[in-house]
């Protein structure tokens, strides 16, 4: 098993990610039921630890319970106007994931700043950027990350 110190710096950015967008859903709302860690040994992972890294539950007033997931990226800064964000094999993954569970996924996109305090967010249907590589700024920009938790919750219920 691997130490988590000796982790290279970009899995520890996106571990202090994570923990920010975990942190932006309150526990009397959502309840977190799965975080995905990148455990290995050398080249053996879990096949799990390929899925998104995030899945909640969400209590809505008047509806059943809503299950979504989130995949994390933090990215240091905008590289030719766009986020290179996942090959077509994680893609494939995502989308049999949400597709087998019937379970809607979201891309969590933080930006500049540091992991844990990102100067940007975004949060992006995969629906929307499934079929691409590389998230143009513009695109990033029609789905800012939602500030209060009452358009968080109308968000994500929106694309359920």
């Known amino acids: 098993m691997t130490n988590p110190f000796d982790e290279p710096e970009s899995v520890q950015k996106g571990y202090l990610f994570e923990q920010w967008v975990v942190g932006q859903f309150p526990t009397s ?3 977190l039921q799965e975080w995905r860690s990148d455990k290995h040994l050398g080249e053996i992972y879990p096949v799990s630890s390929r899925n998104p890294d995030l899945v909640f539950r ?12 989130i995949e994390c990226k933090w990215r240091a800064k905008i590289y030719d106007e766009g986020i290179d964000w996942a090959s077509i094999g994680k893609r494939i993954v995502y989308n049999k994931f949400g597709t087998k569970l019937k379970m809607p996924i979201h891309v969590a996109f933080g930006v500049g700043g540091s992991p844990d305090q990102p100067e940007k967010c975004y949060l992006i249907p995969f629906e ?3 079929y691409y590589d ?18 968080l919750k109308a968000y994500i219920s929106h694309w359920h």
């Open 134 to 151: 590389f998230i143009e700024q513009r695109l990033l920009d029609k789905y800012p990350w939602p500030n209060k938790l009452a358009d």
């Open 128 to 130: 929307k950027i499934r």
């Open 58 to 69: 969400m209590f809505a007033d008047k509806t059943p319970k809503t299950f979504f997931a």
């Open 29 to 31: 709302r959502f309840l």
